[in-house]
């Protein structure tokens, strides 16, 4: 927009009447190669040994560059050496995400990583990204021997005592006298992981509480810090994998022609603009709509059921 006009947009804004404007604001444009003409490592379909990595793939954002330069030049470094390409799928990784998106979807606006395109965010977190993504490292060659080995341990460590924490089951009503809280008469089973999610509880409260069952395992601070994660986020992803299953399940499920996209609230300005704008047939439609995230097709499908239970399902 020419600078007159953007003085004059600004100066209309009650406050600003007599704003002078030190740098005009400005649009960048780039040329970029659809990103479907790339092999998940992000090589060339065309010209062998070329990897494009970048705004070229049509993707704007410093994290979302560096992660398509460090995923293509590991694979063009394997593949130097004779090697498999490394790849990262959707649920191990954002980078997976975002190459799995631009490969099989392309774009036609410039692609940001946002985690609502991840299917299995709540698992996509910072603080298992080493167990997620060491190996992968390992295997190619960029992640040293000892780092590997220690990952190792941690993840031995934590499935150990997640599978303890597990097997040690009692009722609601014992746990809630052994821990002196407030008397339940529920006598329905939860095991330790389960009560590990209270918001109150922790690691430490449980081994006192049991310490020649459970002591032994706040002797590692960072491996207790882990294991409430897991079991804080551990309903959640039961939850978002049942979410996943249904939407898959209803794929076929009949989007009726009048819905009013622009009226679903729950739904972000770009997945009501794009379904507007394609008015898919079905769920299974809806998904292959490029923008429309996973978390949309959701609370797409809920919507659709809730208000409209008698719809069917195409042949």
Known sequence: MPVEFQEKMLRKIKGLEKVQIVAPGYGVEYDYMDPRQLKVSLETHRIQNLYFAGQINGTTGYEEAAAQGIHAGINAALKSHGKPAMSIDRTEGYIGVLIDDLTTQGTNEPYRMFTSRAEFRLSL???????????????????????????????????????LLRSFSQTVHKWRKDLQWSPSRSFSKKSAFEIMSAKEMTLAVLANAYPDRLGHLIKDQQLAARIKIEAIYAGGLEQQLEDINEVRRDEQLVLPEELDYASMDMLTYEAKEKLTLARPHTIGAASRIPGVTPAALVLLLKFVKNRLPNISTSS
């Open 125 to 163: 977190r910072p603080d298992n990204a080493d167990t997620r993504l060491t190996e992968k490292g390992y295997t190619s060659g960029c992640v040293s021997e000892h780092r590997y080995q220690k990952m190792c341990r941690i993840r031995k460590d934590l499935e150990e005592a997640i599978e």
